[in-house]
């Protein structure tokens, strides 16, 4: 196997577990959403039965139809966002497939090249990475700077891929000098450099 066809093997299961970590991610906001919606359901049924009662409270028939406007507006708001989800959900399950299908391309022999065709597939009407961009030559880089919850910023400026006690590391090393002063600090021993400058850095840039 050419040093070529390992690179581009590499980059594509760079991108398959991108894409698998993307899919986890956005699987828990989906959730979160259902269960969004579910508590609006409850406070709209518990606002439809409460209509009557505002309305004689208040008197007359116009808040009564002022409070019934509202609910029709929440709930046309909650469709909405149903239907909103629904489309995400499928959208999200067409990438997963199209990795899957790529994996497949690729185990069965057909090379890198063709298993890339179904990654970039995936990207249409969303595009590529702008070469200009940061981190767009830095796979790891580029995902750790651009998914939908980054963590935070790793000591030496670089997008994290790491977290730990709150922070961000983009690498082993760093990881472990945080740790490392984090536990001199807990000692006692402060004044431990956190970052000298010459750690290796596994996302494949210069932490200089």
Not at 104 to 111: H, L, S, Y
Not at 149 to 168: A, E, I, K, V
Request: hydrophobic share 40%; with cysteine.
């Amino acid at each position: 196997m050419s040093a070529n066809t390992e690179t581009e093997l590499a980059a594509v299961k760079i991108s398959l577990a991108s894409a698998e970590q993307q899919l986890a991610e956005r699987d828990k906001r989906v959730a979160q959403l259902h269960a969004q919606v579910g508590n609006w359901h409850k406070a709209c049924r518990g606002l439809q039965d409460l209509v009557n009662d505002i309305g004689l409270l208040l008197g007359g028939d116009l808040p009564r139809q002022q409070v019934t406007q509202v609910a029709r507006e929440r709930m046309e708001r909650i469709a909405a966002l149903e239907r909103r989800i629904h489309s995400d959900a499928k959208i999200m399950h067409d990438v997963l497939v199209g990795n899957q299908a790529a994996w497949i391309e690729w185990r069965r022999g057909a090379g890198a090249e063709a298993a890339m065709t179904w990654v970039q597939n995936s990207l249409m009407g969303v595009g590529v990475p702008d070469e200009a961009a940061p981190w767009a030559s830095e796979p790891q880089a580029w995902y750790s700077a651009n998914k939908a919850d980054p963590f935070p910023t790793c000591f030496c400026g670089r997008p994290s891929n790491t977290l730990w006690m709150g922070r961000g590391f983009c690498s082993d090393a760093h990881y472990e000098q945080g740790r490392a002063k984090a536990d001199a600090d807990a000692a006692g021993k402060t004044g431990l450099p956190l970052f000298d400058g010459t750690s290796p850095d596994t996302e494949g840039g210069s932490c200089d």
